[in-house]
C-alpha cells in the first residue's frame, strides 16, 4: 500500500505580496527616523518654554525696583502760632512708611528726616535702620517737634500764618540694598518729598502730598 506525502507548503499573502527583507529595513529606519524628529521637537518646545519662563522671571522677579520712602497719616497733639512775632511751634505723631514692591526684603540703614520751610529746617526725626520685608511696607511710628528757632527772619511767614494756613515740606534719603534669591544684592536709594498743608483755625492737616 503505498504511502502518502504530505507536503506544507507556505500560505501566500492574501494581497498577492510578499515584503522583502529590504523593504522591513526600510520601514524600520523610517520609525526611527520619526521618533528621533518627534524627541528633537519636543526638546525644541521645551527650550523654547525655558527661556520664555527665564524672560518673564527675569523681566519681573528679577527686576529692582527703587522702594518708596512716605509720610503717613498725621495726628496733631499740639500746635502755636504767633504771626506778630513771626514763629510757630508743634508736636504731631506719623509714620514713617517704606514700601517694598520687590520681590526680596529691602534692608536699610538709619536715616533723617528733616522737616522745611521754604527749604529752611524747622525741625528733624530720625528713622531708625530695618527692612523692609518682600513686597511690604515697613511703618515705623515716631513723634515730630517742629519750631522756628533757628528760622531765619522771614516776612512770609507773617503772612502765611496769618492766611491761616502753614506750609512745610518733608525730605528724607535712605540708602540700603535690596536682596533677591539670597544671592544678588542690589543697591537702593529710597527718597521723601512731600508737602504738608496745616490748618491753623482747626489745628489739623489740611493736605498731605508725597511724590
Not at 151 to 173: D, F, I, Y
Amino acid at each position: 500500500m503505498a504511502e502518502k506525502i504530505n507536503q506544507a507548503y507556505p500560505l501566500a499573502p492574501t494581497n498577492g505580496y510578499t515584503r522583502s527583507d529590504g523593504e522591513s529595513l526600510v520601514s524600520e529606519d523610517e520609525l526611527k527616523r520619526r521618533k528621533r524628529i518627534k524627541l528633537f521637537t519636543y526638546i525644541g518646545i521645551f527650550v523654547v518654554f525655558q527661556i520664555i519662563v527665564m524672560t518673564v522671571f527675569g523681566l519681573t522677579v528679577m527686576k529692582v525696583k527703587t522702594p518708596k520712602v512716605r509720610l503717613g497719616e498725621i495726628s496733631i497733639t499740639n500746635f502755636n502760632s504767633a504771626a506778630a512775632t513771626p514763629s510757630f511751634d508743634t508736636t504731631f505723631n506719623t509714620q514713617i512708611r517704606v514700601k517694598n514692591t520687590n520681590w526680596g526684603p529691602y534692608k536699610f540703614d538709619a536715616g533723617t528726616v528733616t522737616f522745611m520751610y521754604q527749604g529752611a529746617p524747622v525741625g528733624t526725626v530720625v528713622v531708625p535702620k530695618s527692612k523692609a520685608g518682600m513686597r511690604s511696607t515697613k511703618k515705623i511710628n515716631v513723634e515730630v517737634s517742629l519750631n522756628t528757632d533757628a528760622l531765619p527772619s522771614s516776612s512770609t511767614l507773617s503772612s502765611e500764618l496769618n492766611s491761616g494756613v502753614l506750609t512745610l515740606t518733608s525730605q528724607a534719603k535712605l540708602t540700603g540694598k535690596v536682596e533677591l534669591m539670597l544671592i544678588m544684592k542690589k543697591k537702593k536709594s529710597a527718597n521723601m518729598d512731600c508737602t504738608i498743608a496745616f490748618d491753623l483755625s482747626t489745628k489739623t492737616v489740611k493736605s498731605l502730598q508725597c511724590k
